[in-house]
């Protein structure tokens, strides 16, 4: 079977999604299957190309995995305003739809592409060429803009970015999504009959997340964290969704703790935001750190005394945090800024790893986390590990990797 795997994002890049993607297509290449992925050239998360690298049309390579790579030009996006995301977006579906236009025609396409546009146009040249697509969806839109407050509920622009996803979940011969939530948003506000709507979670790498004692001590001590301090971190994109800013404004009201430290690791495009923040604030205990390699992942959260993960405004409805899988993994107990009845929340209290609180209330975490410091260590060790076990048994490649492989072949027939 000929399978095209669409993806922007792929190694080297460390984003959470490039690394599914490319276990996706080892998966599939290793079943003799014919698999080529189509992607960007690698620039997150800085918005920057990797050295190494020249951009062009496109750039074809054989990988030792077994699969053929086609990369193709897009613009970057160094900041996440909605005209970069825009052009990102557009170019890399106008790029990789022509490839396919012109390829040799696959059995199925698997596309885990940029929502809204990027996934459009796929949709078309699918349809244009009678392929079967099936699409991976991670983001809802137009929810997702409406949470971060881009745009209007009610507006123009809401309105036409329902009709588009409409009609490309309506192209596509099936559809992916991880949460179950999301299921009731397709089916209700979509339409979509439940049997081309598939529910499967996402995973992390267990083999890239190895918790070293050693190297943790390493990482604290180049931050100047001492070791029997209390050390909150935040890994991953600070991006205007992500809610960083509320997690600095709680230590507004925590100047008085001693021995509370608070490391965000990263970048994106309110860093230099949150940075002036911090400044503002002037606490002595936030440390900032980037860039943040992907080599450094297990020591960085290994280090950590609790992983906490923000979201902002409405936006814990409309997308699941990647980060959230392998904080668990850590074995570290995980504080969540979500709405109750998101699925982020739910996890968390399912697998009794952690706290839940809502968004934007820097007073209320600031409470949470004095309640939360007195407890025991054995007691946060316990919350850690229950997320870990709750992790293996849920989200790993083991468990979601067949369960992907078997939706796209049944598509193909």
Not at 28 to 40: E, I, S
Request: positive net charge.
């Amino acid at each position: 079977m000929r399978i095209y795997v669409i993806s922007p994002v792929f190694p080297p890049e460390p984003v959470v999604s490039s690394i599914t993607s490319a276990q996706i297509a080892r998966f599939l290449a290793a079943a003799d299957h014919a698999v080529t992925v189509v992607t960007g050239f690698p620039n997150r998360p800085q918005g920057k190309l990797y050295p190494g690298y020249k951009r062009r049309l496109f750039q074809y390579k054989s990988s030792p995995d077994g699969y053929r790579l086609v990369r193709c030009f897009g613009f970057f996006s160094s900041r996440s305003t909605l005209w970069s995301r825009f052009l990102e977006n557009i170019s890399f579906g106008l790029t990789s739809g022509w490839f396919i236009l012109k390829s040799c025609r696959p059995d199925v396409i698997y596309a885990n592409t940029w929502t809204i546009f990027s996934a459009w146009i796929l949709a078309i040249v699918a349809k244009v060429r009678g392929l079967r697509m099936v699409l991976n969806i991670q983001d809802i839109y137009p929810e997702s803009l409406i949470a971060q407050e881009r745009i209007s509920p009610n507006g123009f622009i809401a309105r036409w970015l329902l009709s588009i996803d409409r009609s490309i979940v309506k192209m596509s011969a099936a559809v992916i999504v991880p949460a179950p939530s999301f299921v009731d948003v397709y089916q209700n506000t979509r339409r979509l009959p439940s049997e081309k709507l598939h529910f499967v979670p996402n995973w992390y790498d267990t083999t890239r997340l190895l918790v070293d004692d050693v190297q943790a001590a390493e990482f604290r001590q180049k931050l100047r964290i001492p070791f029997n301090a209390t050390m909150i971190f935040y890994g991953g994109n600070v991006g205007a969704a992500a809610g960083v800013e509320t997690v600095i404004e709680s230590f507004r009201y925590l100047k008085d703790v001693k021995y509370l430290y608070l490391t965000i690791a990263g970048n994106g495009a309110n860093f230099d935001a949150c940075k002036k923040l911090a400044a503002d604030i002037d606490h002595p205990r936030i440390r900032f750190y980037t860039p943040w390699p992907a080599e450094e992942t297990s020591k960085a959260l290994a280090a950590a005394d609790i992983l906490i993960l923000p979201t902002r405004g409405r936006q814990s409805l409309a997308s699941i945090p990647s980060k959230l899988i392998a904080y668990m993994l850590a074995a570290r107990p995980v504080l969540s800024l979500a709405l109750p009845e998101s699925d982020l929340a739910h996890i968390v209290r399912s697998s009794g790893c952690g706290w839940v609180i809502e968004p934007d209330r820097p007073a209320e975490l600031a409470d949470t986390l004095r309640k939360i410091l007195s407890q025991s260590k054995d007691s946060l060790r316990s919350r850690g590990l229950s997320g870990r076990e709750y992790t293996l048994s849920n989200f790993t490649g083991d468990v979601c990797l067949p369960k992907i492989a078997s939706i796209i072949s049944e598509a193909a027939a």
